[in-house]
């Protein structure tokens, strides 16, 4: 899950450089914008497909041999997480509203997202309003990927490494918190206190990929495993 979440950091990486480099752009054929848009539209795409051709939905559809996808089906039946079904199982559907645990992770991920998508969306504007200029702000948006991935990859290493999903959660969002009030509290004229403050909100992230590691670990049967992500 971790891997697989880096890519919200490697793309404001690469989205701060192409942001960059069409900073220099002069050409009236098209805006800046509309480059940006053909270029991680059709990589978009492309990665859309390649995954719908090569990405199996469950054991029996993937490239493992048999003896693989023999050993792959007993673990998914030593831990009753179960495999792929498409018939929807309606005692499955309503155990979900009958889980707290559905309610917990509902109110940990609104809670951790709703700051997330902000800072996210508009951590330019943010910087710039520190005193950067254009260009400088968007070569100071490249290390909030870097917290990104390195945050990620920490989180999901210690939670495997020590089976502490929850605590690394914790930790995480206790992270982004003091990233938060950093941004809140710092003097305005402290623009290094305000920058660290915006690059440590990039650990919020991190937590996601071991909520959805936690629903995916906890929660057994197809139809109340996909509800439950819903």
């Given at each position: ?8 950091g ?41 995954i ?13 041999t ?13 831990n009753?997480?179960?495999?792929e ?5 309606r ?28 800072m ?29 991935i ?26 982004g ?9 710092a003097?305005r ?15 919020t ?5 071991n909520?959805?590691?936690l ?16």
């Amino acid at each position: 899950m971790g891997i697989w979440y880096l890519g919200t950091g490697t793309a404001s990486i690469m989205g701060a450089l192409v942001a960059y480099g069409l900073l220099f752009y002069t050409s009236n054929a098209f805006k800046p914008w509309q480059i940006m848009f053909l270029i991680f539209g059709l990589i978009t795409i492309a990665v859309g497909i390649s995954i719908t051709i090569f990405l199996p939905d469950n054991p029996m559809t993937s490239r493992l041999t048999h003896s693989e996808k023999l050993l792959a089906i007993e673990r998914l039946r030593e831990n009753q997480t179960g495999i792929e079904n498409k018939h929807f199982k309606r005692s499955q559907f309503t155990e979900i509203f009958t889980d707290p645990q559905t309610y917990l992770i509902a109110v940990i991920v609104t809670a951790m997202d709703v700051p997330n998508a902000a800072m996210s969306s508009f951590t330019s504007l943010i910087i710039k309003s520190f005193g950067y200029t254009t260009k400088q702000t968007e070569l100071l948006n490249i290390p909030n990927g870097a917290v990104s991935i390195v945050s990620i990859l920490a989180v999901s290493y210690a939670a495997g490494r020590y089976n502490q999903r929850c605590l690394c959660v914790v930790a995480s969002l206790s992270a982004g918190l003091l990233g938060g009030c950093l941004l809140a509290f710092a003097p305005r004229s402290n623009k290094s206190a305000q920058l660290a403050g915006n690059y440590l909100t990039q650990c919020t992230g991190s937590a996601l990929p071991n909520m959805y590691s936690l629903a995916g670990a906890n929660v057994a049967g197809h139809t109340k495993k996909v509800s439950m992500n819903a």
